[in-house]
């Protein structure tokens, strides 16, 4: 009797982990139709990838210019480029986050409420407005994001390395993220790779050159 019953429970385990595994899957399933009706509707995916663009492109530059800056002030340490580092990071993520909340949520209402106008629908809740409310809140979290990674990047070198000869490792990081991010959105717009990602560095090594001939210290 114990071992049939043992059986029973065990069968009657498997069944719910099956069902549970449907479930699952089905909201995988479900959410990601969603969010293809929604990409449609709105184009999400564009709007998003520029805003990492963007995002990324600040944290590794403000960061870099952060870094030039400690190091030409004579005062740079391992702890305090980090611990500085993070702090920008963080600040231009919530900044840019907040910024493309508010700019995106103006021009998603506009969007939706042409695309309400044109169907001839109300403006009470319906798939339109879903779709724009979905695509306010993802592009804003993306350009929220997208500033903090892009800011650790150049401090790698310094969690490991003494501040001096951390610098350089740092810049050379910095710009090879640069590099690759500029390189892969060459290859989704289908231009040249190589000058995509040579432009990005170049914005960099501009953007170094001129944090250091305008430094306080200079003068």
């Known amino acids: 009797m114990e071992k ?3 059986g029973e429970d065990s069968q009657t385990s498997r069944n719910l982990n099956k069902i549970k595994r449907f479930s699952i ?3 995988l399933r479900d959410g990601i139709d969603k969010y293809r009706i929604y990409s449609n509707i709105t184009d999400i995916t564009s709007v998003s990838r520029r805003y990492f663009v963007i995002g990324f492109f600040d ?12 190091h030409l002030s004579g005062g740079a340490t391992s702890e305090i480029v980090i611990s500085a580092g993070i702090a920008t990071g963080l600040a231009l993520g919530i900044s840019s986050g907040w910024g493309a909340y508010e700019a995106e949520k103006i021009e998603q209402t506009i969007a939706m409420r042409e695309k309400q106008k044109a169907l001839l629908v109300n403006r009470e ?3 339109i407005t879903k779709a724009h409310d979905f695509a306010t809140y993802v592009s804003s979290t993306v350009h929220a994001i997208a500033p903090i990674p892009a800011a650790i990047i150049p401090l790698i070198p310094y969690m490991y390395m003494d501040a001096e000869k951390a610098l350089y490792p740092a ?3 910095g710009l090879t993220a640069l590099f690759v991010v ?3 959105m060459g290859k989704v717009s289908k ?3 190589l000058i995509a990602g040579m432009r990005m560095v170049i914005a960099g090594l ?5 944090v250091t001939l305008l430094n306080p210290s200079h003068f």
């Open 191 to 193: 231009r040249n790779i």
């Open 206 to 210: 501009l953007t170094l050159v001129v």
């Open 182 to 184: 500029g390189a892969l």
């Open 25 to 27: 899957g089905k909201k």
């Open 125 to 127: 809740s319906n798939t």
């Open 4 to 6: 049939a019953e043992e």
């Open 59 to 70: 944290g590794v530059l403000t960061v870099l210019g952060m870094i030039m800056g400690a």
């Open 171 to 173: 810049i050379g990081m």
